[in-house]
C-alpha cells in the first residue's frame, strides 16, 4: 500500500536544499511531502517544526478523497534520525515507515532503516517538490537568486572510501534528455542558478562534457559543489563546465597523507590530487577542497600537515570529524558537520576541536560575507604568508562580485 505523505524531518543542517529524495518519491506516489527543515514554510508558524495541527490541515488539502489508511514515510539522512524518532513516539497513531531508494547515500550519509522499511527499486524520470510544504520558500529563493535549485545528474559512487556511505554504490548516469527537462523546467520557473549535488560527476569525461554542453544551452551559472575526483578532472572537462558557467567546483580530498590515502581506499595521491586542484584553480572562480579529522590512522600532526597544506594550495576548506560508523546510531543528530558535531575517538578531541576552530575561518558558505572571512584570511596571511592569503582573497572578491551580479 502505497503511503499517503512522506516527512522530512529538522535535519539540522542544511536549509537550502529540499531532500531531493522525497522529490522523486513524490513523483512516484503523488505524495505530499511535510518539510520541517525550514522556518517560515507554507505550514505557518513561522517556526521550524511544525504544529501537529498546523500538519494535518496540510494532509487533507493534498490527501481529499483517499481512502487508504495514513501512513508516514521517512526519508532521511542520518545525522537527523533522533529527531525522527521523538517524532514518531510523539505520533504513535501514524504507521511510520523509512524509505530508501537507489539514492541509498550521498555525500557520506546513509540513509538508515527503520521499522518497516520501504524499498524502491527505480524512481521516476523526474522530482516534484510542487508536493513540499516548503515550495512556496523554496520558489521565492530561487527566483531571487538567494539559493541555487540542486539536482543530480547521477546517482551512486564507484569508489572504496572506507568513511563514505555512498562507496561502491554504482554509478548511474541520468539520461541527456532526464537532466536537460529538469533544467528546462526549473528556468521556466524563474530559477537563476544551480548547484549539482553528485557524488561523483566526473567519473567519465563523457559525462561531463554532456552536462556542460546542456547548461551551455541555458546560460545558467552552476556550481558543482562537492561531486569532482581531482584524480578524474581533466583539461577538457574542466574548460566545458567553465565555459558552460560553471564558476564553483568543491573536491573530496581527506587527507594529504600518502600512508592515510592509501588506508581509507582513496583511489588518489596527493599528486593526483595537486594536479587536479592546479586545473581547477585556473578554470573556476571558487574552488574548495573538504578535510576529515581523526580518520582512523590518522593523528594530530597529520592532521594539522593536513591544514597547512590546503591553505597552501589556496583553497576554500570545510573540515568536518571522522565518526565511527558504530557510533552514527538513531539518536546521533549531528555528523561530520554542524553545530553539535563532536570529535571521534582517534586522538585526543581538544586538539582536534582546535583544528576544526582554525578552519572555521576558511571556508565560504552562503551565508558568509567578506567581514565574516576576515579571520581567517588574517589567519592565513599571518600563518602562511602573502600567497596563500591573496588566493584566498581573490575568491572572496569573485564570489561577492558574482553573488551582486546574479
Known amino acids: 500500500m502505497k503511503p499517503d505523505m512522506l516527512l522530512y524531518p529538522d535535519q539540522g543542517g ?36 511544525s504544529t501537529v495541527a498546523a500538519m494535518m490541515s496540510f494532509l487533507q488539502m493534498h490527501t481529499a478523497g483517499r481512502v487508504e489508511p495514513l501512513h508516514v514515510a521517512v526519508a532521511v539522512q542520518s545525522r537527523s534520525w533522533g529527531n525522527v524518532a521523538k517524532l514518531a513516539q510523539e505520533h504513535g497513531e501514524w504507521r511510520w515507515h523509512s524509505v530508501t531508494s537507489p539514492i541509498q547515500g550521498m555525500c557520506c550519509y546513509k540513509y538508515l532503516d527503520w521499522r518497516n522499511n520501504i524499498h524502491v527499486e527505480k524512481l521516476p524520470d523526474q522530482p516534484r517538490y510542487d508536493r513540499f510544504s516548503s515550495y512556496s520558500h523554496f520558489l521565492g529563493r530561487w527566483r531571487s537568486g538567494e539559493w541555487p535549485y540542486a539536482m543530480n545528474t547521477t546517482w551512486g559512487c564507484p569508489y572504496k572510501c572506507t568513511y563514505c556511505a555512498a562507496r561502491q554504490t554504482g554509478w548511474n548516469r541520468r539520461s541527456e534528455d532526464a537532466i536537460h527537462k529538469e533544467i528546462c523546467t526549473a528556468t521556466n520557473l524563474g530559477v537563476r542558478s544551480f548547484s549539482i549535488l553528485d557524488d561523483c560527476l566526473n567519473v567519465t569525461e563523457k559525462h561531463v ?9 541555458f546560460g545558467k551559472e ?8 581531482a584524480d578524474t578532472l581533466t583539461e577538457a572537462g574542466a574548460y566545458a563546465m567553465s565555459r558552460s558557467g560553471c ?27 595537486e594536479r587536479g586542484l592546479a586545473i581547477a584553480r585556473n578554470n573556476f572562480d571558487s574552488v574548495s577542497g573538504y578535510l576529515i579529522l581523526g580518520l582512523p590512522g590518522s593523528s594530530y600532526d597529520v592532521d594539522a600537515a ?21 557510533e552514527a546510531g538513531t539518536q546521533k543528530d549531528s555528523l561530520f558537520y554542524g553545530e553539535g558535531a563532536v570529535p571521534g575517538p582517534t586522538y585526543d578531541q581538544t586538539q582536534m576541536q582546535s583544528l576544526m576552530n582554525a578552519g572555521a575561518g576558511l571556508a565560504w558558505g552562503s551565508k558568509r560575507d567578506m567581514r565574516a572571512n576576515l579571520k581567517g584570511r588574517w589567519r592565513a596571511l599571518s600563518q602562511h604568508g602573502p600567497r596563500a592569503a591573496g588566493r584566498l582573497i581573490r575568491m572572496d572578491f569573485k564570489k561577492a562580485w558574482r553573488k551582486a551580479v546574479r
Not at 20 to 49: C, F, H, Q
Not at 222 to 229: H, Q
Not at 247 to 270: A, C, M, P, W
Request: charged share 25%; with cysteine; proline share 4%.
Open 306 to 326: 593536513t591544514m597547512d597544506w590546503a591553505v597552501d594550495q589556496g583553497i576554500y576548506l570545510h573540515v568536518s570529524f571522522w565518526v565511527p560508523e558504530d
Open 14 to 49: 542544511y536549509r537550502d536544499v529540499p531532500c531531493i529524495m522525497l522529490g522523486y518519491l513524490s513523483a512516484k506516489w503523488d505524495a505530499p511531502v511535510i518539510d520541517m527543515n525550514l522556518p517560515g514554510t507554507s505550514l505557518e508558524g513561522g517556526k521550524r517544526g
Open 247 to 273: 564558476r564553483t567546483v568543491g573536491f573530496g580530498i581527506e587527507t594529504s597523507n600518502e600512508d592515510l590515502l592509501q588506508d581509507i581506499k582513496k583511489g588518489e595521491t596527493i599528486e593526483d590530487i
Open 222 to 229: 552552476w556550481s558543482c559543489v562537492n561531486g569532482l575526483r
Open 209 to 217: 562534457l554532456m552536462v556542460s554542453d546542456i547548461f551551455s544551452r
